[in-house]
């Protein structure tokens, strides 16, 4: 296993709520991706976290926000919620700057929007 | 036009057969390139990193063609666990994800 938890597993949430999901990082890892996975599609990148600070971000709105914290866990927050948001959220972790590295995935969190 | 394609799959094999993924990216700039295995309701995971020079990996060999843009995956003498969905990665300041391609390998 890589180490990289995410909570929690499965989350049911209607439109227009907001939903907090977590990550925590294996050791000694200092950058943190989420990811975004529909059904049937791979991963898009939401954006990136390097020692709390925001690396890069994908091409999704502002609606999706994170954190990052000094243990190097992680958060996304999804805002107004859609029913497009229903996919599953996966994080990865690198030890360096991330960006090129391999990343190392948590299970996710599946997330339905009703 | 996507910045990484991939065929669009699903791909089902016999047991022993050879199988062969292509990938297409768009950003020349792009810097790291990976395969990556994701099984059904799974993280994905590291396959194999792929090199400018070729790389294998016991029945796994790798290809990327930078000229081309251009990277495959060959898989030789396929199992029944091969069975899963292969992910083409490009990284330069972050990693994109093609959609995958579905590989079903039967008895």
């Known amino acids: 296993e890589t180490g990289v938890t995410q909570s929690p597993t499965h989350l049911i949430k209607t439109r227009g709520q907001q939903v907090t999901l977590r990550c925590s990082s294996q050791s000694g890892h200092n950058t943190v991706s989420w990811y975004q996975q529909a059904l049937g599609q791979g991963p898009q990148f939401i954006f990136q976290?390097?020692?709390?600070?925001?690396?890069g971000r994908g091409n999704f709105p502002p609606r999706f926000s994170g954190l990052q914290f000094p243990n190097y866990s992680s958060e996304l927050n999804v805002n107004a919620l859609e029913l497009d948001d229903s996919a599953l959220y996966l994080c990865?972790?690198?030890?360096?700057?991330?960006?090129?590295?391999?990343?190392?995935f948590g299970p996710g969190t599946r997330l339905l929007v009703l | 036009r996507k910045e990484v394609e991939q065929d669009p799959g699903p791909f089902n094999v016999p047991e022993g057969a050879t199988v062969a993924f292509n990938c297409t990216y768009s950003n020349s700039a792009s810097q790291s390139f990976f395969w990556y295995r994701q099984d059904c309701r799974k993280e994905p995971k590291l396959l194999m990193s792929?090199?400018?020079s070729g790389n294998e990996d016991g029945r796994f060999t790798a290809q990327l063609n930078r000229a081309s843009q251009y990277i495959s995956l060959l898989i030789r003498d396929s199992k029944l666990s091969d069975s899963a969905t292969y992910l083409c990665v490009v990284g330069h300041n972050d990693m994109r994800f093609g959609a995958g391609t579905r590989l079903t390998v039967k008895p």
């Open positions: 990865a972790t690198t030890p360096g700057r991330g960006g090129e590295e391999t990343q190392y």
């Open positions: 792929v090199y400018s």
């Open positions: 976290y390097y020692r709390e600070e925001e690396n």
